[in-house]
């Protein structure tokens, strides 16, 4: 599913990134990484994209947090990428770009 992520692009790649190397310690610290690397890339986003952006940034905080306690281990932060993979699928979908 990380290739879901990766499907993304440049905001994939970079999200992936984030996920991988962040410092973050908790969950909420991760999101709040994870929304400010979609808002960087926002306004050079294709509008087309937005929305599902939009939705992906909206599901990123609950997602994390009901899953996780801590987010400092590998296999964790393996487990997040391959769950964006899925909040990616769902953010599209909610957007109307599921195919």
């Known amino acids: 599913m990380a ?6 692009g440049v905001i ?3 999200l992936l990134d984030r996920i991988l190397t962040s410092n973050a310690t908790y969950p909420e610290e991760l999101a709040d990484q994870i ?5 960087l890339y926002l306004s ?12 992906l940034s909206c ?14 281990s590998p296999q964790v932060r393996l487990d997040i990428s391959q769950m964006m993979g899925l ?7 909610s957007a109307g770009q599921g195919r």
């Open 3 to 8: 290739i879901q992520l990766l499907s993304l």
């Open 12 to 14: 994939g790649v970079r």
């Open 35 to 39: 929304v400010d690397e979609i808002n």
């Open 44 to 55: 050079r986003a294709p509008e087309a994209e937005k929305p599902m952006l939009f939705n």
């Open 59 to 72: 599901e990123v905080h609950e997602a994390l947090s009901d899953r996780f306690g801590r987010v400092d």
């Open 87 to 93: 909040l990616v699928y769902r953010a599209k979908m």
